[in-house]
């Protein structure tokens, strides 16, 4: 009786402390994202799109300028992922807070699947790996073009390993990726 509650109780400290490094990873992951340089032409550009939308409430037709053309690429995506995080929670740093939540969502979905894919590899050098590679900080993390592509890619990639059979390892089932 001992040994199984002694086991509970290791289990679940376990797991307390499992949630604790996540969440110590997400709050370095978001600062180092807060503490970026801001005011160069891309993040100037995204953001401005995004406070241009919560403003005045016009759907954004167009998306990013393209510097060396001097012109803009079609699509309100990225001024949507700015300015809806300003209409939830009217605050400056709102869409760095929900860039860092949908890339760190994405990034654990990634290492929980590389886990699976990879039993043998230790679970804190997946996870360790996968959330601080200096690659996925950068990109992940600050407000610029290629943030937003990562939580994209990452699904892209487990569907396409999932698609092909000699690939797939059974994380999802054939009839949720129909095409």
């Given at each position: ?21 996540l ?14 340089e801001?005011w160069s032409?891309?993040?100037t ?24 053309t ?15 995080p ?5 605050f ?18 990634l ?5 699976r ?24 993390t ?30 999802v ?7």
């Open positions: 009786m001992e040994t199984s509650v002694t086991v509970q109780s290791t289990i679940l400290n376990l797991k307390a402390r499992s949630v604790a490094a969440a110590a990873l997400f709050l370095a992951r978001l600062a180092f994202g807060l503490t970026s801001f032409e891309d993040e550009q995204i953001y401005l799109m995004g406070l241009r939308y919560y403003a005045t409430g016009d759907w954004p037709y167009f998306g990013p300028d393209i510097v060396w001097r012109s803009q690429i079609a699509g309100a995506l990225q001024p949507l992922l700015v300015g809806i300003l209409r939830i929670a009217p400056p740093e709102a869409p760095f807070v929900f860039l860092n939540v949908l890339s760190f969502a994405a990034l654990c979905g290492a929980a699947y590389i886990g894919r990879e039993p043998s590899l230790p679970r804190w050098l997946v996870w360790g790996w996968v959330l601080t590679a200096p690659w996925t900080l950068q990109f992940s600050h407000v610029i073009n290629p943030s937003y592509v990562l939580p994209a890619a990452i699904a892209f990639f487990i569907g396409f390993f999932e698609a092909v059979p000699a690939l797939s390892i059974g994380v089932s054939p009839p949720r990726y129909c095409f």
